[in-house]
């Protein structure tokens, strides 16, 4: 057997038990300074609903199709536990972002609507148009024209950037476009869970929203989003 000094403090080899008028101490057992860790899993691809909803927003209720204002800024949170709780894994990459179900589309003369983008980023708080607490933000959607022209499941289109999602944080969704053609009207609605908070601004004024905006209403649920991870 080899032995090595391990001093106060130090940490060498392994040894024998042995005490020094210096106050050193011979030591028997084995020391790993450099583990390698077990590799990452990551979450499988697929489809992904971290809640769905029980109730509708109303004709003039906020949400990403509704058009009883002409533009809008909202934003919500998908918990780490919510997703955890049906994507296993440690982390993975979103790579499409899909309505779980639009109820009624908005009056199609007020489509498309213009300069529509989502953005994604972890958050620590509840509002994550708020940069406090946020982090790895990510402009996923680039502004783009969107047109809701049916009931039930919509994807957007092709995103323009994945969202690294850590495995552990909260998922804030950001969505922001510009003003309606024509004039606002009393209509998009679409499957929404009513626990947690989206927040909102909306006018009817010219111009356009942008993610790096801040939204400083809020109504008390979160539309059901469905993530798809590509494996990776």
């Given at each position: 057997m080899s032995y090595g000094y391990r001093g106060n403090g130090g940490v060498v080899g392994y040894t024998q038990s042995w005490s020094a008028t210096q106050g050193g101490v011979w030591d028997t057992s084995v020391r790993?300074?450099?583990q390698v860790p077990a590799p990452?899993?990551?979450v499988s691809a697929g489809w992904y609903t971290?809640?769905?909803g029980n109730t509708y927003n109303s004709t003039t209720q906020p949400a990403p199709v509704n058009v009883y204002y002409r533009r809008y800024i909202l934003g919500w949170v998908v918990t780490a536990a919510e997703m955890?709780?049906?994507a296993s894994g440690d982390s993975g990459s979103i790579t499409?972002?899909?309505?779980?179900?639009i109820y009624q589309v908005p009056l199609s003369s007020r489509m498309?609507?213009?300069?529509y983008a989502i953005a994604m980023c972890h958050h620590t708080g509840a509002n994550p148009t708020s940069s406090t607490g946020r982090t790895n933000f990510t402009t996923v959607l680039n502004q783009q024209a969107v047109n809701f022209n049916s009931t039930g499941a919509f994807e957007y289109p092709t995103l323009n950037n994945p969202f690294e999602w850590n495995g552990t944080g909260d998922i804030g969704v950001v969505m922001a476009w510009g003003q309606c053609p024509i004039n606002y009207n009393a209509s998009g609605r679409l499957s929404v869970k009513n626990t947690g908070t989206m927040y909102f601004s909306r006018t009817d004024g010219s111009g356009t929203y942008t993610v790096s905006n801040y939204a400083?209403?809020?109504m008390s649920y979160r539309p059901s989003l469905d993530f798809y991870f590509d494996g990776s």
């Amino acid at each position: 057997m080899s032995y090595g000094y391990r001093g106060n403090g130090g940490v060498v080899g392994y040894t024998q038990s042995w005490s020094a008028t210096q106050g050193g101490v011979w030591d028997t057992s084995v020391r790993y300074a450099n583990q390698v860790p077990a590799p990452s899993s990551p979450v499988s691809a697929g489809w992904y609903t971290p809640f769905t909803g029980n109730t509708y927003n109303s004709t003039t209720q906020p949400a990403p199709v509704n058009v009883y204002y002409r533009r809008y800024i909202l934003g919500w949170v998908v918990t780490a536990a919510e997703m955890q709780a049906v994507a296993s894994g440690d982390s993975g990459s979103i790579t499409k972002l899909r309505i779980n179900n639009i109820y009624q589309v908005p009056l199609s003369s007020r489509m498309p609507l213009p300069n529509y983008a989502i953005a994604m980023c972890h958050h620590t708080g509840a509002n994550p148009t708020s940069s406090t607490g946020r982090t790895n933000f990510t402009t996923v959607l680039n502004q783009q024209a969107v047109n809701f022209n049916s009931t039930g499941a919509f994807e957007y289109p092709t995103l323009n950037n994945p969202f690294e999602w850590n495995g552990t944080g909260d998922i804030g969704v950001v969505m922001a476009w510009g003003q309606c053609p024509i004039n606002y009207n009393a209509s998009g609605r679409l499957s929404v869970k009513n626990t947690g908070t989206m927040y909102f601004s909306r006018t009817d004024g010219s111009g356009t929203y942008t993610v790096s905006n801040y939204a400083s209403s809020s109504m008390s649920y979160r539309p059901s989003l469905d993530f798809y991870f590509d494996g990776s």
